[in-house]
């Protein structure tokens, strides 16, 4: 009952205690779905009323249920259990006969739907996430797709000691099959043998990897098809893929009733509520080439990227506000995108978060709005993107829509330039502060040694004049020689080839001759040249 009655275990319970004929019928009618794009988080995440939180709600099956004492082999149809319960009852929330919303308004409800639908928003079944006792540690790296060969696996999320059968979580004893293991294929195939449609998803896959089972795709597809009829949303994309990997291999034709099955099955996988289904398929009605099975259909991308936003998964949120930004593939839509864009940020797309600030800082397509800019920017440095960090405190040095704080600023610039990592922007930013005294106590030999740690953005050739004038530290010029040469053969920088050239003459005019020889070669300057010509050198 605490796994599968929606809000009303603890009156049941005492309504049964002690009974051993007592019987209650229950139907729930699921007819949506809304979630977070939040895949995990920490006690230090949560704000607000939280003491003793363990977990957090990822999403929320919402529909119609009702319950109503019922009697022992005698199961009644979700029809039958609604009508036994009259609607007045309604208010009689977690008593042995309750209801709350109506039958025919779920029935009514359409698949596209952006809001939950009137008189069908119950609460059915909430997904749990456990809270990360630690917040781990983050990297600039971007949230990981899938393995294109990598199928997603079902999980049960029943209470110990109970399993996942159909919809609900049953002690094994009592239930006749429930989900396999995924990675047990014998188990797999006993579950599904016995009527568990998850089961033969899984053992679909099995087949479809041929590591433990011999590789049988036509088996696979049988299995897959068999599991997305009943329901399995992951295998109604599963069996999609497989079509489309068949006309691309040339195992069948690639002809209109072949394509039509690709479609078919994606559209299902995807109308059924499965994000990541959804962002995958879109690709589909992207590609070109050779290897593209489908018509290139940028709208039906579109709208695809936009249900598996509005499911819970991030990177189809970062996709489709990508498209409204650059209005190449959809119609441009900033103000549309703020929206995608946070889910993104807030899904752990770091990037989104640095694409949400700067509108939000600019006020371009949007409106100018410095406290959510920060909001963005501090969700993006805390998912480890050091420009994040940097334009966080850009905002507080500048006091760009919000109180000018330089000991934020400071705190941004510091996280974002890491001992360990490269965040080149911070750095250069909080060696701007060492150097200026802006805020802190001035430290040159700080401020070089910060400049000098990103090398290619600037900071040698900031650094090498730092040692070169001696301007707050002890003059060091061979320091200075070395960093202007760096800044000049490594990176390019001319203003640094400009200071190493004369500094090289004084050390040695046969090596600064083939130096003036290479500049004025390569990149055509003329004081270069200039100076080749005075030291007697000919051009190349």
Known sequence: MQANVPFGAPALSTAIEGSQTAAFDVALVPAGKMATTVTSASAQDVSGSCEGATHF???????????????????????????????????NQGGTASREGELEACRAAKPDAQAPTDRCQAPLRLELVPLEAKKPETTAEPAAKPAEDELPKLTSSCPVGTVRSGAKCSPPAVTPAHLCEPADSRACAAQCGKGDVGSCYHLGIHYLSGKDLPRDDARAAELFEKACGAGVTQACYARARLQLRDIQSAKVPPDTAGRAKVREFADKACGMGDGWACFSAAEWYLSEGPQAV?????????????????????????????????????????????????????????????????????????????????????????LGDMRACNAAGAVFAEGDGVPRDVAKAYSFFEKGCPEKGFGAEACMSLAGMYEKGTGIPKDMARAAALYEKVCGSGGCLRAAEIWQRGDGVAADPERAFSLYEKACSQWGEKKACDAFGPLLEKKDKERARAFYAEQCSRTQDKAACASLKRLGGARK
């Open 57 to 91: 709600v990822r999403a929320a099956l919402l529909g119609a249920f009702a319950m109503a004492p019922g009697s022992r082999g005698a199961a009644r149809a979700v029809d039958q259990v609604f009508a036994a319960v009259a609607p007045a009852t309604a208010s």
């Open 294 to 382: 489908l018509p290139k259909d940028a709208t039906r991308a579109v709208a695809f990227l936009r249900r598996g936003c509005d499911l819970g998964y991030g990177p189809s949120c970062s996709a489709l506000g990508k498209m409204l930004i650059e209005g190449k593939l959809a119609a441009k839509d900033v103000a549309v995108a703020v929206g995608v864009l946070q889910r993104a940020c807030e899904g752990g797309q770091a990037e989104d978060c640095v694409d949400l600030g700067d509108i939000l800082r600019k006020g371009q397509g949007a409106p100018k709005d410095g406290v959510k800019a920060i909001a963005a920017y501090r969700r993006g440095c805390s």
